[in-house]
């Protein structure tokens, strides 16, 4: 028998995996839906990305043997301009986890306004197991693959787990070359040398620290003295902590991939991050001790910063986390059930969408400098960075406290209203 499904149906490939990450933003989205008034009549577009592109990524091993990997980029929105979103390379990335992404990259790029829509990318491959020169490969096929749809004026990649300067510069390398032209723009987090950005690096951190101050401010809670846990040691939870420590907090627990660590007087950070460089990861540093992982959940602190990956923080540990204040470094690390648990315990939530702003709000920078191919200080940088991550979220702490609601809706307020006002002046075509 054969069916014929409504014009209204989702198509299959976005109603599966409810629990997952998709699953958790289509119910960020049902949360918002009544606040966004006569624009909730657009609300669909948000439920279905523009594009989703998945492409085969075959590689030649050093062994002779040929690999195939999964590659994907997804393009959510671009009713407020061209998508932007990083690139992950994880053995784990699904198709379902780079919509989500995807989607969070429209809402936090409307959240601090930039003029992007959301897009991500990832390949299905664990970059560990892989030499610098098959790394190489895979990069440059994929970046070849997507090239149909990428280019600065429509889909800018940028680092994420597992991505760092040199992947962006082989990505904009072999862009370049299969264009004809040297198209720095392509993508953001480069090599100074090649039309980087001051300030890129350590920006996610950087806004992470400035709105953790600015709502640690609002709930009266000193940064001096804070003890502040973070799941996560790699770019964004390694620079989140040194700005927290510089601040006179004690960074007083560190769990990555491979274990915990626990030091009650606060860790030496730069010793960490030698250690982590000559080891690999936190575990196994000399002046702390380690703890069993689900431990980690349960350390006495003030702040929590989780800063790996999604899914993190859920029913199941929710209620066992002792922070006052938990801030996103990584992309969706809490479940809506564990939201909602963290929101009746009183923990203030400073959610991922405006939370790690702070990289694609440089990245926003690097690309208007690569454009204009006129370069600013670190200084300049920093003070538009911090402006632009104040002013957003002073934005949304006034939303929140108007309709009583988490930062999360709140962000989610803002940030949809202007996707879907972009959408409605544009209109549908044709
Ligand atoms: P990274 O690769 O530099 O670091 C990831 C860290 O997470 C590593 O320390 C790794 O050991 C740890 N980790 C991995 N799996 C783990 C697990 N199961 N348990 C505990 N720790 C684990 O990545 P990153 O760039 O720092 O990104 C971290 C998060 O921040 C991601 O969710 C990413 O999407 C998000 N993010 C990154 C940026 C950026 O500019 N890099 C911007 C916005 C959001």
Known sequence: MTTTASPHALPSYLQADHLGPWGTYLQQVD??????????????????????????????????????????????????????????????????????????????????????????????VNPKTLSLGELERVTRRYTSEIGIIIGPSKDIPAPDVNTNEQIMAWMMDTYSMNVGETATGVVTGKPLALGGSLGRRDATGRGVYTVGVEAAHQIGLKIAGARVAVQGFGNVGSVSARLFAEAGARIVAVQDHAGTIYREAGLDLAALAEHVRLTGSVTGFASAEPLASAAFWQVPCDIL?????????????????????????????????????????????????IANAGGVTVSYFEWVQDFSSFFWSEDEINARLVRIMKEAFAVIWQVAQDNRVSLRTATFIVACKRILHAREMRGLYP
């Open 305 to 353: 910063i989780p800063a790996a990956l999604e899914g993190q923080i859920t029913a199941a540990n929710a209620g066992l986390i002792t922070a006052r204040m938990v801030i996103e470094g990584a992309n969706g690390p809490t479940t809506p059930e564990a939201d909602d648990i963290l929101q009746e315990r009183g923990v203030l939530v400073v959610p991922d969408v």
């Open 31 to 124: 949360r918002v839906t009544p606040y966004l008034g006569p624009l909730a009549r657009w609300v669909e577009t948000l439920k279905r990305p523009k594009r989703c592109l998945i492409v085969d990524v075959p590689i030649l091993l050093d062994n002779g043997t040929i690999a195939h990997f999964e590659g994907y980029r997804v393009q959510h929105n671009t009713s407020r301009g061209p998508g932007k979103g990083g690139v992950r390379f994880h053995q784990d990335v699904t198709l379902s986890e780079v919509m989500a992404l995807s989607a969070w990259m429209s809402v936090k790029n409307a959240a601090v306004n930039v003029p992007y829509g959301g897009a991500k990318g990832g390949v299905r």
